[in-house]
């Protein structure tokens, strides 16, 4: 009985994914990282008005929910569609064209009268964000070198600052200020859309004149079915880390103030540096999997967490920003090393495996937070961080996953 493998994929061979053999190509992997901040920023910036929003136009909760809702899908649901036509049907200006977009949802947020085009706004920040991710990650992963964990890592934290800095930038241009200086958010979307339009001519160059085939990567000799049970198990593992990860985010200020009865701005001081940790453990991720492979990377990175997370809702202050500080370092670290290894299983299909990855990154952390808003108001927040505290225990999934790579050296 024979089984049938996952073909070698002769196009991919073909493709500039290549070009791992011409070195790394560090202004547009840099290039790639900055315009991920630029953009995550700006897409930080829509939570952090909702206070403003919600006052100046009288909306619900509901509503807010909903313009959550109209970002998350746009942002979410066409990164995968968009990343599968762009691996048969490159566009090399795509990324600027879909930038576009997103000044245009950033123009429309600092002059919509109403609730309809307050959504119409969110949507249109959301199509410019899945666009961006699935082709810049491709990118990437074109410019590496061979180095794909290292520039994956990078692309990756420049979006963890950039997510960082919004809510900053919003709470010093916009917040007393009023809906009309969201405009000024404009002026990064348009460096942005400069900086697209360089590497996008790169781009051009480069599928104009692909490098030789050689005996690059060409994929696991695996069973289609093998293949398949390896991405689901990868879903699986980013379903645990983006849930855990939500409850941080979204909901660490009100643990703190809630628990050890802080203020204010002690709790964002805590909560900023958990985020400073999410960004250095983003970072040192790809590279990590690089020297002593992804599927160990992995493994630590999710599973290694538990013990960490299962004893935060017991601890004192002290030990809860330093336990908070460890789950952050290593958790962030898998999210690089997954989709590097995903890429791997299915070679040729960089765009569409990004965009799934990164849409389920999106989707989840926006249902996740939605959900773990409903069961605090319910239970308290104390009682999210203790059903929460078991999700890493699903890293012992990740020894189901195929050797995908060749050993490190």
């Known amino acids: 009985m024979t089984t049938q493998s996952i073909p070698a994929?002769?196009?991919?061979?073909?493709?500039?994914?290549?070009?791992?053999?011409?070195?790394?190509?560090f202004q547009i992997l840099f290039s790639v990282a900055f315009v991920h901040l630029l953009n995550d920023c700006v897409q930080a910036v829509l939570p952090s008005i909702y206070p403003l929003l919600k006052a100046q136009f009288s909306l619900t909760f509901g509503q807010v929910g909903l313009i959550t809702l109209a970002f998350q899908c746009t942002a979410s649901l066409l990164q995968p569609w968009i990343?599968?036509?762009?691996?048969?049907?490159?566009?090399?200006?795509?990324?600027?064209?879909?930038?576009?977009?997103?000044?245009?949802g950033v123009g429309l947020l600092s002059v919509a009268s109403s609730f309809t085009l307050l959504m119409v706004a969110a949507a249109m920040i959301g199509v410019g964000s899945s666009t961006f991710h699935p082709e810049a990650s491709r990118i990437a992963r074109l410019a590496s070198g061979g180095r794909f964990g290292f520039a994956q890592s990078l692309f990756q934290v420049g979006g963890n600052v950039g997510s960082a800095?919004?809510?900053?930038?919003?709470?010093?241009?916009?917040?007393g200020r009023g809906q009309g200086k969201?405009?000024?958010?404009?002026?990064?979307?348009?460096?942005?859309?400069?900086?697209?339009?360089?590497?996008?001519?790169?781009?051009?160059?480069?599928?104009?004149?692909p490098p030789r085939k050689t005996a690059a990567h060409a994929g696991p000799a695996l069973s289609r079915g093998r293949v398949m049970g390896a991405l689901a198990v990868l879903a699986m593992l980013v379903f645990s880390k983006y849930i855990y990860m939500a409850s941080l985010s979204s909901y660490y200020t009100f643990y703190l103030i809630d628990k050890f009865h802080v203020s204010v701005a002690s709790a964002q001081m805590y909560l900023f540096l958990f985020l400073a940790a999410v960004a250095a453990g983003t970072f040192a991720g790809g590279p990590i999997g690089d020297r002593i492979g992804r599927k160990r990377v992995i493994w630590i990175s999710i599973l290694g967490a538990a013990p960490f997370t299962l004893a935060l809702p017991y601890v004192d202050l002290f030990w809860t920003a330093v336990l908070s500080v460890i789950i952050g370092l290593v958790m962030s670290s898998a999210f690089s090393a997954i989709v590097v290894f995903a890429q791997e299983l299915v070679p040729g299909k960089v765009g569409m495996v990004s965009g799934i990855f990164f849409g389920l990154m999106f989707g989840i952390s926006g249902i996740a937070a939605a959900a773990m808003g409903h069961l605090a108001d319910v239970a308290g927040i104390g009682y999210v961080y203790q059903m929460a505290s078991f999700l890493p225990l699903?890293?012992?999934?990740?020894?189901?996953?195929?050797q995908v790579e060749q050993p490190p050296r």
């Open 9 to 25: 994929a002769p196009a991919a061979a073909a493709r500039p994914e290549a070009s791992a053999h011409n070195g790394t190509v």
């Open 182 to 209: 969201i405009a000024w958010f404009a002026l990064l979307v348009i460096l942005a859309v400069a900086v697209l339009v360089g590497v996008s001519r790169w781009y051009g160059r480069h599928l104009a004149n």
């Open 83 to 104: 990343g599968l036509y762009t691996d048969r049907r490159p566009i090399p200006f795509l990324l600027p064209a879909g930038m576009c977009v997103t000044l245009c």
């Open 165 to 175: 800095l919004g809510p900053l930038l919003a709470a010093a241009i916009i917040v």
């Open 394 to 402: 699903l890293g012992v999934m990740a020894a189901l996953l195929p």
